[in-house]
């Protein structure tokens, strides 16, 4: 097969870059660099309108190559638009592989993708990597949870081109960054030649309660053991500075909103902390968490599996635990603002 590069689908919202594409980016060129038989260079497609001036942004990100879709008819995403833009792209370019955010607009627009250009999609991954039992193998091995997340699979897409993927936000870094790297920016002249299926009427922002977990700093978890007692970790994420999330055994009765689940039927988070509180410690949660740079557990079974990923237990009760954790955080506060 012909075909060369890694494309990167990069996701903007009103002129801002989520934070996806930057994972992407950066994981696109460990996996260029990866590749050292042929050259390979990342290429940005970027879509909106009055977009252009992000495209160094790209750059700067990881991109060599940035092909940039500037159109009035971009101006909001349209599942048709967007799959005519790239469908063309990826006839024209030959990608060897196309990563996609796993984002609400990356699940929608990825399946499309896929059908117009005939090849496979592995959806809702958490890693990926060359093909590590083949020299000069560009083959991509995508992994994603299946069976309730109980076991992993890594699927390989042999026959078709570009193999693609959307990719959970939040299990990737975004640690590639070089302010003075230069790239080319390629304009791509979008001439729609269909009017759009989708009447785009009003757009109604969401309201979201408190902090998006998925960007907090510090959060305190709270699961079934600490059900009744969610004012307790509010508390505590006050004093700190953090957010309040649950596991899906709070949510699914109904005592905490879904936007602040963890897990994988709910967010990806990775804080600075994670203070587990009341949560056994099941796969399908700690798939959501697991990346928290320190995670403190707080439960009376020490055999809870929860345990087994944190940096620090304490086998207790987290409803006798967490006042005096209240008190001492207080007090270290007032200790800090008098001296
Ligand atoms: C397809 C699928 C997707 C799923 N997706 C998710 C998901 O996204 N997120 C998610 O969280 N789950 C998810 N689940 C559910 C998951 O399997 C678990 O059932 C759930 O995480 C359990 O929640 P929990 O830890 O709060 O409750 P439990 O498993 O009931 O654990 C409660 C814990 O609290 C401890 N405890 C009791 N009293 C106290 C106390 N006083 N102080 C401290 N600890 C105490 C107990 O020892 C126990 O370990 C999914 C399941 C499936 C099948």
Redesign the pocket.
Known sequence: MNTKDIYVYIEQRDGVIQDVSYELLSEARKLVSAITHVHFDVVGILIGKDIKGLAQDVIHHGADKVIVADSKSCEHYSTQYHTDIIADIIKKNSPDALLIGASVIGRDLAPRIAARVDTGLTADATKIEINPNESNSTELWITRPAF??NLFGTIVCPNHRPQMATIRPKVLDADFFDKDRKGEVIDYAFTPSSIDKVVFKQRIVKETHGIDISKAKIIVSG????IDHFDLLQEVATQLGGTVAA????VDRHRAPKEI??????KTVRPTLYLA?????????T??MDKSEFIIA????AS?P?FGIANVGIV????KILPYLIEEIKTLKEHHVAS
């Open positions: 309730g997340g699961g079934r053991g600490v596991s899906r055994g709070v689940q963890v897990g994988q039927t709910g509180c009341g949560i056994s410690g099941a796969v399908q949660h798939a959501g707080i439960n009376p079974d809870a929860i207790g009760d987290a409803i």
